[in-house]
């Protein structure tokens, strides 16, 4: 029987746990509290807690604690990398930012990725699991007791397509913002989406303050499916609407993310069409000069390109930046450090 994770589980979850044990509802906030406040990496650091009752729960439950398999720093920025292995032995990776005076994670949602983006790293193996909302949360965890520093801000960017893992995304966020544990606001926390639109529709409506990224990369259904294939499945006449829903339910404004890549979308034509496409949106456009991965061919766009492409939208009122890089010596691309590893640890 595998043992359900403690640190996935809800406060009123945890309450009925503890209750059908014949305990006192207290040790549930205590239990949570450890895990979710304090940090604890077992129950043998929860010293408040009755030892029969550590005990009891070891025999039905585990307690996700990820371990740090490799960090790499940038000597650049400070940006830290880190890789984790999973109870299973697979293996994720996060990345720690520091900015002037709050620092960020960027959490992976999935061990690798089915979506098949031609310019990313992540989906190369395909998926082989999603994360569950403890090991979601743990990835935050473990970063801000080895830093040090509270992480005040969240974005679900590494490795997998988070509404691909709907459910446990979901809970991960409430538990995350959850004034009892860590207390993010859910101001500071952004999911990106390659473009599930039914997913899109039920995020909108789930209450929160998030703010949805969705991965465009190209604006038009034909260029966007040469370089993503969900495209296939659902069309900008369908992803655009669901982005438009999204802002009109939540207030929060869509952030559209578009990897300049040398010959793919970076002319002229693609700023204008791109124009086209969202102007009138309350939207803003991160640009991302694409990070090469060996296994492809992409090239990013020069920067002259780049500033170009940007002062077209501008010129026609668009919010758009250039997306900062970080690290850019430890490299880049989300799902390099663990495919990495795999070779290296890995003999298939
Ligand atoms: N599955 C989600 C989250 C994945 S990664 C999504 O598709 O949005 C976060 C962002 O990084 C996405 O916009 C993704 O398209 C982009 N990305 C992936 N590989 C990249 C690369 N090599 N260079 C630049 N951006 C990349």
Redesign the pocket.
Known sequence: MTKRDLKSLTIDELTEVILSLGEKKFRARQLYDWMHVKLARSLDDMTNLPKGLRSRLAEEFKMISLEVVDVQVSEIDGTRKFLFGLDDGNVIESVWMKYKDWASV?IS?QVG?K?G?R????TLDGCVRSLTPGEMLDEVYKIQSEMGIRVSNI??????????NYDNLVKFIRMITDENGLNISGRHIT?????LVPQMYRLADEGFEITL?????APTDEKRRKL?P?ANKYSLSEVIPACKYYFEKTGRRITF?Y?L?AGENDSDTEAEELIALISGLNAHV?L??????KE?S?V?SDAERIQRFKSKLEKNRINVTIRREMGKDID????QLRRKHMEEHVSC
């Not at 679900?156 to 509404?163: A, D």
């Not at 999911?191 to 473009?195: A, D, F, L, R």
Request: charged share 10%; glycine share 10%.
């Open positions: 960027c949602s990725c979506m983006c310019f990313c790293a992540s974005v679900v960017m590494g490795s997998g397509e988070p509404l691909d999911v990106s989406t390659c473009g990224a969705l991965s465009l990369h993503m969900i993310e990897a890549t991160n991302i000069p694409v990070n090469p991965i492809r992409f990013r880049g691309a989300c799902g």
